[in-house]
T-cell receptor
Framework: ETGVTQTPRHLVMGMTNKKSLKCEQH?????MYWYKQSAKKPLELMFVYSLEERVENNSVPSRFSPECPNSSHLFLHLHTLQPEDSALYLC??????????????FGPGTRLTVT | AQSVTQLGSHVSVSEGALVLLRCNYSSSVPPYLFWYVQYPNQGLQLLLKYTTGATLVKGINGFEAEFKKSETSFHLTKPSAHMSDAAEYFCAVSGGGGGSNYKLTFGKGTLLTVNP
């Protein structure tokens, strides 16, 4: 595997289910990100992990719970979601240094539908 | 704070015509600038980036962009559109160092359609 991979690619879940999204980066980067992309809305940054510590949580509802067990893996645990949470969830990674400005590499996304 | 404005949510061109997608940014520090492309049901792919040095940046698939500090712009161009260029394009900015330099601020995107 190369780049950033995400599983599953598609997920349909009921409002009472619990599921997890998985992201793995094979680039040796030290930062990972979760984004939400909804139709007709800008890309929303949800969480950022840098060196395995969460450095940003953009007022995301508690029904979304991230986990970063190591620098290569990132999970997004989902429970009791709402229909408005249906979206494309994108994972990305980057190499962060003091110099900044390094590009992010994105996975293909998980298309989530909440019924 | 940084922000990105992409002028035109939808641009339509004929195959073989010039592609011009506009991006203006706001940044309190020297910016690093990026263009990404997203094909349907896929993630974002980096087209090109500007960090320092030459202000005309060449990317993949024949695209290029020019950083104009005086105009706070980073417009994306391609001399001749192909059908395969139909996609959504995102401009993004990050700070040049310190603070939240790990963050990218994205524009709302421009959907490019190419007519035969």
């Amino acid at each position: 595997e190369t780049g950033v991979t995400q599983t599953p690619r598609h997920l349909v879940m009921g409002m009472t289910n619990k599921k997890s999204l998985k992201c793995e980066q094979h680039l040796g980067h030290n930062a990972m990100y979760w984004y939400k992309q909804s139709a007709k809305k800008p890309l929303e940054l949800m969480f950022v992990y840098s060196l395995e510590e969460r450095v940003e949580n953009n007022s995301v509802p508690s029904r979304f719970s991230p986990e970063c067990p190591n620098s290569s893996h990132l999970f997004l645990h989902l429970h009791t979601l709402q229909p408005e949470d249906s979206a494309l969830y994108l994972c990305a990674s980057s190499q962060v240094t003091s110099g900044g400005g390094y590009e992010q590499y994105f996975g293909p996304g998980t298309r989530l539908t909440v019924t | 704070a940084q922000s990105v404005t992409q002028l035109g949510s939808h641009v339509s061109v004929s195959e073989g015509a010039l592609v011009l997608l506009r991006c203006n940014y706001s940044s309190s520090v020297p910016p690093y600038l990026f263009w990404y492309v997203q094909y349907p049901n896929q993630g974002l792919q980096l087209l090109l980036k500007y960090t320092t040095g030459a202000t005309l940046v060449k990317g993949i698939n024949g695209f290029e962009a020019e950083f104009k500090k005086s105009e706070t712009s980073f417009h994306l161009t391609k001399p001749s559109a192909h059908m395969s260029d139909a996609a959504e394009y995102f401009c993004a900015v990050s700070g040049g160092g310190g603070g939240s330099n790990y963050k990218l601020t994205f524009g709302k995107g421009t959907l490019l359609t190419v007519n035969p």
